[in-house]
Structures are given as structure tokens and as C-alpha cells.
């Protein structure tokens, strides 16, 4: 069953602690992204990457981190310098300059 | 920095109606318009996209209208039904061959359409 999946689906984070979110994807796709989505704001790109090995910061990188060490993975680190991180996260992937397709979403939340 | 203005915010339509989401644009180099459904709780899904090489594009219930020299697009939603009731995001990109597409979005217009 192709696409992408995301785990997991709610994530805790204490003071202090770097967490990460895992997104995988059999689709075959080059190209992955990670969104960050707020209460009433549209959705905006952390990072980006086009080939393994191989990101891009986005619009909101400070306080992030990722890595593409395998082509259907794309995990995103929470770093603790991103000071508010509640939010609900969201990772995409696409072929090169192709529709995007969307996981189902991390929600993160800060005890 | 590139934005995407979409309007309304939120959205009350009674089954059967016509549901109206408008967005604007800047950055003329934007070449790719889709539009995104979310339900609560979930990923956005690619409802319909357009290219500015046409002026309109269907796809079943679902329009939308594309003007060029206004930098403006908008969704249409037909015969609006309450399974409709979603978040609707439209986002621009520009789509260079061979490489990702960064998609800009609007800030997303809450319908709910009544019984």
C-alpha cells in the first residue's frame, strides 16, 4: 500500500529535550518537505530535500534539524532551541517539480 | 517574502449552494496553483490544480478560475454538500523542471456547509 506515513501520531516534549519525528515514503519520490501548520496559519516549509544526502532550510528552519541519509526517509529533530514548538507537523513528498502529497501529520506538545 | 492571500477566513454555505474561496498572489514567477482539502486531524489531500496557461479548470463539483493579469484564483464548489465541511488551503509555486517545487500557502478557509 503506497505513501507516506508518519509516527508518531502525538509527541511530548519536556523542556529542554530534542525529539524527533520519523516520515517514511514508498512512493518512490525524490523529493521530500516538512511543513509546520498553527491555529488558523497556513502551512510553512521547515526543510526540504531533493536528493539523499542533501537539504534545504525553508521559511522556519531556526530550531530544526533534519537529515535524508536513505531516499524514504526524511526524519525531522526538534531541537531545544526552538523555543515554541507546539504545533502539528506535517511531511509531504513529491516527484522533482511534481505534486505534492501529504502524510498524516505529527502533533507535537509540550509538557 | 513571497505571500498568498486568501480570503474568507471561514465560510457558512447551506447544502446545495456555491461555495467561494478567493486567493491572490504576488510573485509573478508563480507557475502551479493547487488547492488542498483537510479534514481535522489529517494531511491535506490535492483537491485540483491549475497551470496559468488556462483560464478555468472542473473537475467534477469542484472550479477553479484563473486570472492571470489580477493574480487571482479562486474555488469554486458546486452543489456545496456537507461532507464538504473541511479546511480548504490554496498555495503557488514555481515549477522548475528537475527540481522540488517550494509551495507557498494561504492561510486557509474553514467551510462548513449546512443542512
Known sequence: DGGITQSPKYL???EGQNVTLSCEQ???HDAMYWYRQD?????????????VNDFQKGDIAEGYSVSREKKESFPLTVTSAQKNPTAFYLCASSTLAGTQYFGPGTRLLVL | QQQVKQSPQSL????????????AYENTAFDYFPWYQQFPGKGPALLIAIRPDVSEKKEGRFTI????????????????????????FCAAASHNTGTASKLTFGTGTRLQVTL
Open chain 1, 12 to 14: 511530548f516534549r519536556k
Open chain 1, 26 to 28: 514508498n512512493l518512490n
Open chain 1, 39 to 51: 491555529p488558523g496559519q497556513g502551512l510553512r516549509l521547515i526543510y526540504y530535500s531533493q536528493i
Open chain 2, 12 to 23: 457558512i454555505v447551506q447544502k446545495g449552494g456555491i461555495s467561494i474561496i478567493n486567493c
Open chain 2, 65 to 88: 478560475s484563473f486570472n492571470k493579469s489580477a493574480k487571482q484564483f479562486s474555488l469554486h464548489i458546486m452543489d456545496s454538500q456537507p461532507g464538504d465541511s473541511a479546511t480548504y
